[in-house]
């Protein structure tokens, strides 16, 4: 049987070992101040209250942030049971709240003949785009998918399409990702004109309309519910 002297040793030694956790997850849910200072493949150097810290993806700091994930774009840090993807640059203060997850928006603004230019990307090809609400779909030349690598005699769908020429053949693809600002979907479906028209890659509704359109002014803003 164990003494009452040793009995009450243990149960300090006990408090003195919860206690010292207690601490440490005190200490580590109050990191004041948190930057991305750098990120790599699978790892990321991120400042913790002016500490230099180069996480691996799944490792936690002292100060109990996780480094999710990372690549040479973005950094997901888990903080207080909360994530969220950062940039280079990218700055959790004390006053740390999850990023707004509800939405997703981008602006446009007409460039100087009154059309809604902007850039994104196709299966991760830069393209410049031509916002079109009366297009079925996204649309684009024969040359144009080329250079995006899409072989679309072969995977594509004959069909015709109507353009200021006339009727001309066209093929019906899906894209992979189309990617505007930070709105990304996936499985777009797009039609290839067999010709040099349209000149700029019309971005339709087979886009636009999985999205809120907006006016405000001049702007045109696109919205996804996240």
């Known amino acids: 049987m164990a003494s009452p002297s040793s009995t009450f040793m243990s149960g300090l030694k006990a408090l003195t070992q919860a206690l010292a956790l207690g601490l440490g997850v005190l200490a580590a849910a109050h990191a004041q101040d948190i930057r991305i200072t750098g990120l790599f493949k699978d790892k990321a150097l991120v400042e913790i209250d002016g500490k230099q810290r180069l996480l691996r993806q799944g490792e936690i700091s002292p100060e109990g942030v996780k480094l999710v994930s990372a690549n040479a774009r973005e950094a997901v840090l888990e903080v207080n049971g909360a994530r969220g993807s950062y940039r280079l640059g990218g700055h959790i203060s004390n ?8 939405q997703v928006s981008v602006q446009i603004w ?3 003949s009154g059309g809604y230019r902007v850039i994104g990307s196709i299966n991760g090809y830069p393209v410049k785009m031509l916002v079109d609400t009366g297009a ?4 684009m030349n024969a040359a144009e998918a080329k250079r995006l690598g899409l072989d679309f005699r072969v995977i594509g769908q004959p069909s015709m399409a109507s353009t200021a020429g006339g009727v001309v053949r066209s093929y019906m693809v899906v894209l992979q990702r189309v990617k505007i600002g930070d709105i990304e979907l996936r499985n777009v479906e797009a039609a290839v004109i067999d010709g040099t028209h349209p000149t700029d890659v019309l971005l339709g509704m087979s886009f636009l309309g999985r999205l809120d359109l907006a006016e405000k002014g001049q702007m045109l803003e696109l919205t996804k519910p996240y």
């Open 95 to 102: 006053s740390y709240a999850p990023p707004d997850r509800s």
């Open 110 to 112: 007409p460039d100087s």
């Open 136 to 139: 079925t779909t996204i649309a």
